[in-house]
Structures are given as C-alpha cells and as structure tokens.
C-alpha cells in the first residue's frame, strides 16, 4: 500500500543540501503584513446588512447601465414618430424589440446598421427583431416601407404576418394592411418571398400579393395586363381554380413567364401541362432543361430555365 | 511524523487558532528554515524569491490556520501552502517574464556552509535544474521526508505520480550528481 510509504532517500546524502535560514526580521515583515491585513475573512453582521441594503440600489444601477442588444440609428424624416413610447427627435435608437410606430403624419428612416436604409411610411407600425451582422431583421406589422440593402443575399429580412421578405440584394416596399395582407413591389434586384416552404421570386419590375394563412401569391409584372392580375388574385387566393389558370394563360406575353414559370409548381398535372405549353409557345426551352425535367418538377432543371429567362425579362 | 511536527504539539496549533501571537512565534521558529530553504532551491537560489515566498507562506498561515480542522498533518496543510505559494510566484514571474531563474546564483545565507565542500554548490545547481513537477516532490522529500500521501496531499495529485515524479527526479538528479562528483575527481 503506497499511502503510508516512506518515499525513498534519493541520490543526495546528508549534508549536501544544508538547510537555509531567512533573512533577519523576517517574522517583523510577518507581522507588519498581518496587521496590514486583517485576519478576519469572514463579515460581521453590521457588514452583512450593508451588503444586503446595498444590493436594491447596485441592481437598479446595473439595470440602467446593463449592456443593451444591440440597435439602429433612427431618424425622424417627417412629423414625430415615436420608439416605444419615446419620440423621435431629429435622431434617435431603435433597439432589439423595440417598436417604432408613425402616425398619419409622420415618416422616419432606419439605418440598417451598415447594410442598408428602411424608411418607413405614415401609419406604419415596424420592430427590430435582430441586429446582428449575419441577420438584420424587422418585423412589419402594418404600413409600408421602403428598403435599400446593399449587401450579399439573405443578410435582411422583414417578417409581415403573411410571410418574410428575404434580400437577395435589392431595393422594394413592402405594404401591410391591418389584416396582414401584403403587396411587395421590387424595384431593383430580386426579393425573395417565403412562408412555410412556399417561396416566390420577385425581380425588378415586378410584385407580388401575400395573404395571411396563404403566403406569397404569384409574382407578377407591373405591365402585366390587369385580366391577368385579376385572374390571378383568383387563382392565388380566391380558388379561382382552373378557370383563373386559364385566364392567366390566355392573357400572358413573354415577360409573364415570370408568372408561368411560378405557376408550374402550384397545380396539378393537368394544368401543368397547359402552362408549359404556353411558356414553350412564348419562348421555346432553352439548352438544358427539358419538358419531361420540367413536367417532373426538377429543382436543377426549373431554376436553371428561370435564370435563362430573366436574361429577356 | 517528521522532527518538526514532534515539535509542534496540537495545543500549540490550538493556541495559534486562538490568535496567540507567542504561538505563531513559536511555529514560525519551527518551520522558518524549511519553508525558507523549499523555496530557495524551488528558486533557484534566489533570495529575494525565497524571501518573498516565505513570508507569504507565514502570512496565509497566521491569517488562514482557522481553516486547518486537523484532518490532515499540519506540516502536510503548511506544505501544500508552501507549493501553491511557489508555483503562484513562479507563474507570475513567467507572466512579467523576468523568470527568477539563475542557475549559478548560490545563495549567499549558504555561503559558509556550502565552502565547506566544493560540491554542495554543484548539487544545488543541480537541484535547480530539475523541472519544477520533479524538484518540488524531491525537496519536500529531502527536507520534511513526508510520505507519498503526505506529498500527493501538498502537491495536489495521486500518490501515484507523486512516486513517479520522485523516481524521476531522483534518477535525474543522481545522473547529474554521478558527472559532478567525476568532474570534480579528474
């Protein structure tokens, strides 16, 4: 058993390695240093209640000076528009959850920390979800806003109650009514438009409608003729069904391939056969992608044709 | 026991709980060399070092011997002050990076002593150049002749590695005292 052992002598003989005495006035420093330092570690009971009647006052010192999430500049373009309950002077701070709300007649810029600009419309009500340097987001809860992003795709998002716009590195607005209806309007670059595995495309020129419990409708031209912007409300989110389809088909130019080429995914076979036609009809399938890869839905085959077609658009 | 703890008794430990100043006088006398002489060849020789090391030690001690409850030696309690002191200082003087190495420093308190033999400056050369995990275990051993428990206790480690750090040491420091001894004969 090693416990009780006695370690063995070693190489060293006695005498070789004599012991050495400190310094004289050694144990006066000692001393001196004890005294300096009391012996008590422990506090008395005066000590203990003054800790703990100091601890109110530290937390309110530390709840004012914590470390806040972080935020974006805010400034007031127009009017007084208020964060949270505070008014915006000429600048001010969005922070991480705070709202900014405009009334009918105010407007306010947001600096989307070094990416980008969101001005936000009269009666528009917006909260910073995050602002961070991968992910800058807002919530839109009703009004309008117009954003500039320049940044590399999916850095900014807007959630709405409809869905959530994604930056593909582009300048839009974004319109939601009270009932969380929405209508996006890109004016440069592409939008992404996304609510539970459903996503729409938006480029330049372009819109798209979203519906709470439906998502993003079908994006369309803003030259596309209203028949088609009608009949395709109907078809997004009134059931216009085939009818509505064949309405869009009938009414469709080259540019509204855009249109087409969304619609592939959102009907059936029967249906599908009908758009790819047309859109066949309007421009014929470019090198790499054919009408069976097309038919069957392949991912590879359906974004290889849009990039194709958006060169024409 | 070692020679030091047949000279501190339970009522003297008891009486320096009870902040008697004579008492601490009174262990100081009887540790002062040891835990002076750990730390000059933990050092390297170097008084200053030492010096400093020591005080600490007596200090933690006199402010700190409520915390000793008995349930190890006291010499083993004092011991494992006297390591964590030392190697705090040693980190400290790596982190200045002014290491308080200087292996030919001989120190001077030893002076008369060592002359009286050419090689007692050799073997505290050679001492000095053992890695501190070997030196510490070899000079606890030489001057407190502590157990393995004892040294695992202080050193904070197994009594396992406390021998084979022993082992080694010792295997070292008789390589380089073997060199000396036929240096100084040729």
């Known amino acids: 058993m090693m416990r009780d052992e006695r370690a063995p002598q070693g190489p060293l003989e006695p005498g070789e390695l004599p012991l050495a005495s400190p310094p004289e006035g ?18 008395r009971w005066w000590q203990w209640a003054a800790a703990f009647s100091a601890i109110p006052g530290l937390l309110v010192v530390w709840y004012a000076t914590r470390p806040r999430p972080g935020g974006w500049e805010v400034m007031a373009l127009k009017g007084a528009p208020m964060v949270n309950s505070e008014r915006v002077a ?7 959850g705070e709202w900014l709300r405009t009334d009918g007649a105010s407007r306010a810029r947001i600096e989307v920390g070094a990416i980008g600009t969101v001005e936000v419309e009269p009666n528009s009500q917006i909260r910073l979800l995050a602002a961070k340097p991968n992910e800058h987001r807002l919530e839109l809860k009703r009004g309008e806003i ?15 109650p409809a869905s959530t716009a994604v930056d593909l590195g582009c300048a839009y607005t974004m319109k939601t009514d009270e009932s969380g209806s929405g209508l996006l309007q890109v004016t440069t670059g592409w939008v992404s438009l996304e609510w539970k595995g459903r996503e729409s495309m938006v480029p330049a020129g372009a819109r798209c409608r979203t519906r709470p419990g439906t998502g993003p409708g079908t994006p369309y031209f803003t030259d596309a003729s209203e028949a088609l912007q009608d009949a395709l409300a109907s078809f997004d989110f009134e059931d216009g069904g085939a009818a509505a389809a064949e309405k869009v088909l009938r009414e469709a130019r080259f540019r509204d391939t855009l249109t087409l080429w ?31 890869q097309a038919m069957a839905l392949d991912k590879d085959t359906l974004q290889r044709w849009m990039q194709q077609l958006a060169w024409k658009w | ?28 006398q009887a540790y002062k060399d040891k835990v002076y002489s750990i730390s000059l060849y933990f050092f390297h020789g170097n008084e200053a070092a030492a010096s400093d090391a020591t005080q600490q030690v007596f200090v933690k001690l006199i402010t700190g011997i409520g915390r000793f409850r008995g349930d190890s030696a006291f010499s083993t309690w004092l011991y494992r002050m006297v390591v964590n002191t030392c190697l705090d200082h040693s980190r400290a003087a790596a982190r200045r990076e002014q290491p308080v190495v200087d292996n030919t420093a001989v120190p001077l308190s030893l002076e008369q002593d060592l ?11 050679a001492l000095s150049s053992l890695p501190p995990k070997l030196r510490m275990p070899v000079l606890l051993r030489y001057f407190e002749d502590l157990s393995y428990a004892e040294m695992a206790e202080a050193l904070h480690c197994s ?28």
């Open chain 2, 1 to 28: 026991m070692t020679d030091t703890e047949r000279e501190v008794s339970a009522e003297l430990i008891e009486r320096c709980r009870q902040g008697d100043r004579a008492a601490f006088h009174a262990l100081y």
């Open chain 1, 90 to 96: 000429a600048a001010g701070k969005i922070r991480v």
């Open chain 1, 262 to 292: 969304h619609l592939l995914s959102r009907v059936g076979p029967e249906e599908r056969v009908r758009i790819l036609d047309r859109m066949i009809q309007l421009t014929p399938l470019p090198d790499g992608v054919s009408r069976e």
């Open chain 2, 115 to 125: 002359a009286r033999s050419e090689i007692a400056e050799k073997v505290q050369a």
């Open chain 2, 159 to 186: 009594a396992g590695t406390v021998a084979s750090r022993l082992h080694q040491g010792h295997k070292l420091l008789a390589q380089k005292l073997t060199r000396l001894r036929d240096g100084l004969r040729s």
């Open chain 1, 146 to 160: 117009s954003a500039v992003v320049s940044a590399p795709p999916r850095l900014f998002f807007v959630d709405t």
């Open chain 1, 26 to 43: 050694m144990w006066e420093s000692i001393l001196a240093s004890v005294n300096a330092a009391p012996t008590r570690t422990g506090l």
